[in-house]
Structures are given as structure tokens and as C-alpha cells.
């Protein structure tokens, strides 16, 4: 007779070997046509092309191939690849000590905190890994906010069409984009959402159950869509109004995407509670959520936690990003930089009309409205070795480092209009017009 433990053994190994054979004849089943899975759970739609290393603006191939980067991990490497101040400080910082958990004071991350607060409406930060860990975090202060003040009632946040607030399923139930949705259950509720930018329906939907107003100053995700200024002040004034909070998403926004350290500015509002990451970290994941004293009293201890947020090697490189964002140059060269590429996109669009129909953005956040497919001008770009990013409306993002140079521009305009230039070429002549030679 088998011995329980050798039983037990036995069982455990005839299983695990079961697994493979049933992977392997699954895949075999052509009639069944069930994907064949890679070690990289296969949820995106990688382009074949891959990078040893980059160098400001520029990602190098193994082989030596440059490719101008205007997507900078979709606004998350601001100031360039392997910028010689963030890669010191990482350095420094990880011969030292990597983690020790938030049970201890971190003193990398009251620095940090003290730093955020001194440059923005803030009061208090709570440190995150991500974008979307920051907008959870958000999601729970605006709730909890309402509960301390004995209206637990109060959970909703209005959001807007064309939203994009993250992958988790609280976020993708704030943006609301079925595709994103489909799959998972029921959509987590309390998100209601109106019309992208129809004021007159955000003010119909806040009611008992509104806790706040969830909103990008600019989508990015959505196609580089732009909130006025004076819409997004009139928000602000609806929040007061009515005693809820206004949490802005600046996750893509922030750390001066736009010309100011933050998109609000650009408005002359401050929110209650904002999210922020991507630029935060200049490639190192680490986000953050903001607050005023106010929104955040119902966030004591025991409230939320995070066991990596905030670790000592993330703190050492957001604070020397924020010794970069905070350098007195540095918004003004954005803010003229944007403009110049702005006024080139603009030409660009008049000089190639059959694929370009407009310019958006501020600051170097910028979008192509495309006539063609977006992903036709993507894939043209790459093969004049220009690195954009895909949005929402049929928009090319152009997101390109911080700390690019006029030289720069003039480079991705030559790139812009070739690439252009090709997909005209394979279009034909326009309708109307009589061939060459004719």
C-alpha cells in the first residue's frame, strides 16, 4: 500500500505532468481555434521591434537603427533616455537600500511630499506604483471624504465620455469604454458619465449620490481632447456649488506635459484630489495622489496602504525629476517648444490635407486628427523611424521628451512629411484628377 506522503507526491506529479499534453492538444485543434498563448500574457499588440538602449531622444536598436522617439512610453520617459541626473541618482540610490516597507519612515518620500506640496494646491500625497493605483486611491478619498462627513450616501464620481482612467476595475468603470469593459461582469458601479464636454448634462447628472466630478483636463487616450479653460473653471464652480470634490486625472497631464507643472494651471482652478504618475518616475513606475486636507480627512490610519509604494529607489528618482520640472528654464523651453511644433504641425496639416485634418494640444501633449486611419500614419512614421503613439477619434499623439531641441523638430517634420508623402502616394491621385501623363 502507497504511503500517504508517497501518494501525495504521485498525485502532485501526475497533474503537473497532465498540464503540457492538455496545453499541446488544444493547440493542435485547428477546429477549435483557440490562440496559441506565449510565455508574455498576450494582452497587447506588440510591434516586431525592439530597443538595446536610448540616448535622449532617441531609441537604439541592437543592430544601431535611431529612432526619434515622439511617444516617450507614452509620456512617461520626459526627460529623455538615461538622462545622466535620474541615472545617478537611481545608482546612488540602490547601493544604499531598496525597500523597507511604509511600516517605517521613508525619508526619500517626506521630501518628496513636502516638495509636491510646496509646488502645488496640495496638502498631503499618497504614494502609488502606478497611474491607475494613484486613481484608485483618488476613487477612495472622494468616498471616504463624503463618509467622515456622515454622508456615506455620497459615492459617485461623474465621468466623461472618451475617458481612459486606468486598467483596474474600478478605473475601467470610470472611463466607461466598452471595450475595455467587455468580459469582466457587471461594471463596478457608481461612475456615471455625460457627453464630453456638455456642462449642461454634468450639471443634470450631480444629485444625492454625487460625491465628485472625475475628469482629464486634456484625454489623452480619449484623441488629445481639451477641456476650456473656462469650462473646466465652471466645473470648479459647479464642485462648490453643490459640496462635491473635483478630482482631476493628470497622470499624462502632469509634471509639465503641458507647459505648466500641471494642466490645471492653465485654467487658474485647483482640484480637490489629483492623481499623477507617468512623468513622475521619467521611467521608473511611481505615482502619486494629492490632496488638500480637506478632501483627505477621511484617509486615517489603516485606510490604504501599498506595500511598494513610495520605496526608497522610486523616491530617489522622482525627487530628481522634480529637481529637472523645478529648474527655472524648464517650463518656458516646453511652452516654446510647443508652440513651434504647434505652428509646424499646422503647416504640415495644410500642406498635406488628404491625411491630415487637424491640430490639438497644448504644450508638447499634441494630437494629429487624421482623414486616413490613424494606425496607417503610426506604421508610415515607423518606417521613417519616428516613434508616435495611437489615441481615441482617429488621433496620432505626439509626446515627445521634454528636453527636445529645436533641431529635434525640424527632424520630426522631415520624418512627419515623408511619411505623409507615402501614404499619399499609395491613395493614387484625388478624385477628380486626371493621372500623370493624361
Given at each position: 500500500m502507497e504511503s500517504p506522503e508517497f501518494r501525495s507526491s504521485r498525485i502532485g506529479r501526475d497533474v503537473h505532468s497532465s498540464f503540457p499534453r492538455r496545453r499541446f492538444e488544444r493547440k493542435s485543434c485547428e477546429k477549435d481555434k483557440i490562440p496559441?498563448?506565449?510565455?508574455?500574457?498576450?494582452?497587447?499588440?506588440?510591434?516586431?521591434?525592439?530597443?538595446?538602449?536610448?540616448?535622449?531622444?532617441?531609441?537604439?536598436?541592437?543592430?544601431?537603427?535611431?529612432?526619434?522617439?515622439?511617444?516617450?512610453?507614452?509620456?512617461?520617459?520626459?526627460?529623455?533616455?538615461?538622462?545622466?541626473?535620474?541615472?545617478?541618482?537611481?545608482?546612488?540610490?540602490?547601493?544604499?537600500?531598496?525597500?523597507?516597507?511604509?511600516?517605517?519612515?521613508?525619508?526619500?518620500?517626506?521630501?518628496?511630499?513636502?516638495?509636491?506640496?510646496?509646488?502645488?494646491?496640495?496638502?498631503?500625497?499618497?504614494?502609488?506604483?502606478?497611474?491607475?493605483?494613484?486613481?484608485?486611491?483618488?476613487?477612495?478619498?472622494?468616498?471616504?471624504?463624503?463618509?467622515?462627513?456622515?454622508?456615506?450616501?455620497?459615492?459617485?464620481?461623474?465621468?466623461?465620455?472618451?475617458?481612459?482612467?486606468?486598467?483596474?476595475?474600478?478605473?475601467?468603470?470610470?472611463?466607461?469604454?466598452?471595450?475595455?469593459?467587455?468580459?469582466?461582469?457587471?461594471?463596478?458601479?457608481?461612475?456615471?458619465?455625460?457627453?464630453?464636454?456638455?456642462?449642461?448634462?454634468?450639471?443634470?447628472?450631480?444629485?444625492?449620490?454625487?460625491?465628485?466630478?472625475?475628469?482629464?483636463?486634456?484625454?489623452?487616450?480619449?484623441?488629445?481632447?481639451?477641456?476650456?479653460?473656462?469650462?473646466?473653471?465652471?466645473?470648479?464652480?459647479?464642485?462648490?456649488?453643490?459640496?462635491?470634490?473635483?478630482?482631476?486625472?493628470?497622470?499624462?497631464?502632469?509634471?509639465?506635459?503641458?507647459?505648466?507643472?500641471?494642466?490645471?494651471?492653465?485654467?487658474?482652478?485647483?482640484?480637490?484630489?489629483?492623481?499623477?504618475?507617468?512623468?513622475?518616475?521619467?521611467?521608473?513606475?511611481?505615482?502619486?495622489?494629492?490632496?488638500?486636507?480637506?478632501a483627505a480627512r477621511g484617509m486615517t490610519a489603516g485606510t490604504h496602504g501599498s506595500t511598494f509604494g513610495g520605496n526608497p529607489l522610486a523616491m530617489a528618482v522622482a525627487n530628481a525629476v522634480l529637481d529637472l520640472a523645478l529648474d527655472q528654464g524648464f517650463l518656458p523651453h516646453v511652452r516654446a517648444l510647443g508652440l513651434k511644433l504647434k505652428q509646424k504641425l499646422a503647416m504640415l496639416a495644410d500642406q498635406h490635407p488628404r491625411i491630415i485634418e487637424s491640430v490639438r494640444g497644448e504644450g508638447l501633449m499634441l494630437g494629429l486628427k487624421c482623414r486616413v486611419p490613424n494606425t496607417e500614419l503610426v506604421q508610415a512614421l515607423r518606417m521613417e523611424h519616428m516613434l508616435t503613439v495611437g489615441a481615441g477619434d482617429n488621433v496620432v499623439r505626439l509626446l515627445p521628451p521634454l528636453t527636445i531641441e529645436e533641431a529635434h523638430l525640424d527632424d520630426a517634420m522631415e520624418r512627419l512629411s515623408r511619411a505623409c508623402t507615402a501614404i499619399e502616394a499609395a491613395m493614387g491621385a484625388p478624385a477628380g484628377k486626371s493621372g500623370a501623363g493624361s
Open positions: 496559441v498563448i506565449t510565455p508574455v500574457l498576450p494582452t497587447y499588440a506588440r510591434a516586431d521591434l525592439e530597443f538595446e538602449r536610448g540616448e535622449g531622444p532617441w531609441l537604439i536598436t541592437a543592430t544601431g537603427e535611431r529612432y526619434l522617439d515622439f511617444g516617450a512610453g507614452i509620456a512617461v520617459n520626459a526627460f529623455g533616455h538615461a538622462h545622466p541626473h535620474l541615472v545617478a541618482a537611481l545608482n546612488e540610490q540602490a547601493q544604499k537600500v531598496w525597500h523597507t516597507s511604509n511600516i517605517y519612515r521613508i525619508p526619500g518620500q517626506e521630501r518628496l511630499a513636502r516638495r509636491l506640496v510646496e509646488a502645488t494646491f496640495a496638502d498631503t500625497v499618497f504614494f502609488t506604483n502606478s497611474g491607475a493605483e494613484a486613481l484608485e486611491c483618488a476613487i477612495k478619498m472622494a468616498r471616504k471624504f463624503h463618509a467622515a462627513g456622515g454622508v456615506p450616501e455620497r459615492y459617485e464620481l461623474i465621468t466623461m465620455e472618451g475617458a481612459f482612467h486606468g486598467r483596474t476595475l474600478a478605473t475601467i468603470a470610470a472611463g466607461g469604454q466598452q471595450k475595455y469593459l467587455e468580459g469582466f461582469g457587471p461594471a463596478m458601479p457608481g461612475f456615471p458619465q455625460v457627453p464630453f464636454g456638455d456642462l449642461k448634462a454634468l450639471k443634470a447628472a450631480i444629485g444625492p449620490a454625487t460625491a465628485g466630478v472625475l475628469i482629464e483636463p486634456i484625454q489623452g487616450e480619449g484623441g488629445i481632447r481639451v477641456i476650456p479653460s473656462e469650462d473646466l473653471r465652471r466645473i470648479r464652480d459647479l464642485c462648490d456649488e453643490t459640496g462635491i470634490l473635483l478630482v482631476l486625472d493628470e497622470v499624462q497631464t502632469g509634471m509639465g506635459r503641458t507647459g505648466k507643472l500641471f494642466a490645471h494651471e492653465l485654467a487658474g482652478v485647483t482640484p480637490d484630489i489629483m492623481a499623477i504618475a507617468k512623468a513622475l518616475g521619467g521611467g521608473f513606475p511611481v505615482g502619486a495622489c494629492l490632496a488638500t486636507e480637506a
